[in-house]
């Protein structure tokens, strides 16, 4: 396999994920350029990746007004950019490896994949669930039939109580005009990984969700705004974010902070009045803190999904088939339980004892959709997770079809909704 070549729009988190397979596989993959607004990040990324000074930029359109340089481009820049960028690097012809949502409206994400089908250049969108040992082990026990015909999925995203308060009360995905419905920011992962364990199109849509708990008629009596001016409850409230900031994991410090490896004096610098120092009662969220989405599918076959946030977070799912029954859960080591109706077996399937990539982002996806690229993008032949544009494309018009279930009280047929797109 040949080296493959690839710029960087947006060196976040998730930039600095994927492009980790290129300092453990240089003889796979190089990144040759990055641009990213955040110098801190830029520095890291020079380093990281030994890069030159005219190959990193403080804006995206600069890169991407240059001459196309490499074999494909890595997008993971904020939701709400992604259709600029995305639509400069298609016409470029560089291939794209693009992170979810493909963008914040259904408009938007026709708009990228009519252009991309135009173009003729493949579109790999970060569903990264996909690719992870554990759902490539469940997706070949459906397609061998061991359950026999799939009836109905009972599937819950646990989002976890701490979670939710730094992404969608303080951070980025808090509020639809700043970002997209919730549902879109965090569960289109399920919605293409249910339409694709099913193997057949989603035909109706019906869904309920609101914001409760995060808001300001909750707020504790004499707390400030901003959780270290004083606040009375600092003690109690596991949402403080004077504490929580000093304990959290280093990639929430280093969002809060605005930089990379960020010292805990930055850190409570930029709380004193930043976005992530609000009191979780105090923000400008109104994303859901829960819904739920009842769909089904050809052939009838249904499926109930819960989105929820008050919890410790960890995907569960049980799949009912016409032969048997499949219960797994990502939050107890992924251990999958295969319940046989003919012999009145259980088989238990422990997943951390068949592979190491576990461990990895995203239970081993952030390193499986990055294997699967770089083959997608060298002409070879990937796994069955692979997908394309116009698939990821009819996986997120689920999503904006529940939220007009939502806000409408009415069940939405996928058909009619997606000629209105």
């Known amino acids: 396999m040949k080296q493959l070549t690839a710029i960087v729009l947006g060196y976040g988190l998730r930039g600095q994920a994927y492009t980790e397979y290129a300092i453990r596989n240089p003889q796979e993959l190089k990144i040759v350029a990055v641009a990213d607004k955040e110098e801190s990040k830029r520095n890291f990324a020079r380093e990281r990746h030994n ?56 408009e938007e994400c026709k708009k990228i994949t009519l252009a991309a089908e135009k173009k003729g250049v493949k579109v790999i969108v970060c569903h990264v669930l996909r ?92 707390a400030p705004d901003y959780c270290l001016d004083g606040c009375p409850h600092k003690d109690e409230c596991v949402y403080h974010a004077g504490n929580f900031y000093m304990e959290a994991w280093e990639g929430w410090r280093d969002i809060a902070a605005g930089k990379v490896n960020a010292s805990d004096e930055e850190v409570l610098a930029a709380l004193k009045k930043g976005p992530y120092g609000r009191c979780v009662y105090a923000c400008d969220n109104d994303v859901v803190d829960r819904q739920v989405v009842n769909m089904e599918f050809e052939d009838g076959c249904t499926v109930s999904f819960t989105m929820a946030a008050m919890n410790k977070g960890g995907r569960f799912m049980r799949i009912y088939g016409t032969r048997g029954e499949l219960r797994v859960s990502m939050a107890d080591g992924s251990k999958i339980s295969v319940y046989d109706f003919e012999t009145k077996q259980i088989k238990e399937i422990d997943v951390n004892k068949m592979t190491e990539s576990i461990a990895d982002g995203h239970g081993g996806g952030d390193t499986g959709i990055m294997i699967d690229t770089i083959k997608a993008f060298s002409g070879e032949q990937p796994s069955k997770s692979i997908t394309d544009i116009r698939t990821s494309y009819l996986n997120h018009l689920i999503c904006f079809a529940a939220e007009e279930s939502r806000l409408n009280y009415k069940v939405v047929d996928m058909d009619e909704f997606e000629e209105t797109v």
């Open 131 to 222: 690719f992870t040992a554990l759902f490539q082990i469940i997706k070949d026990i459906i397609d061998r039939g061991e359950i026999g015909d799939v009836t109905s999925i009972i599937h819950t995203e646990n989002v976890g109580n701490l979670h939710y308060s730094h992404s969608y009360v303080r951070g980025n995905w808090r509020n639809l005009k700043e970002s997209s419905p919730m549902l879109l920011a965090k569960s289109c992962h399920d919605t293409d990984l249910l339409q694709w364990l099913i193997g057949k199109k989603c035909t109706k849509v019906q869904s309920f969700g609101s914001l409760q708990h995060f808001t300001k008629k909750n707020q504790p009596k004499n």
């Open 51 to 106: 890069l030159p000074d005219d190959m990193m930029f403080d804006d995206w359109k600069n890169l991407a007004a240059l001459p196309k340089m490499a074999d494909f481009a890595i997008i993971t820049t904020q939701d709400k950019m992604h259709v600029e960028p995305a639509l400069a690097c298609i016409e470029k012809g560089y291939n794209l490896l693009l992170e979810k949502p493909i963008a914040p409206t259904a």
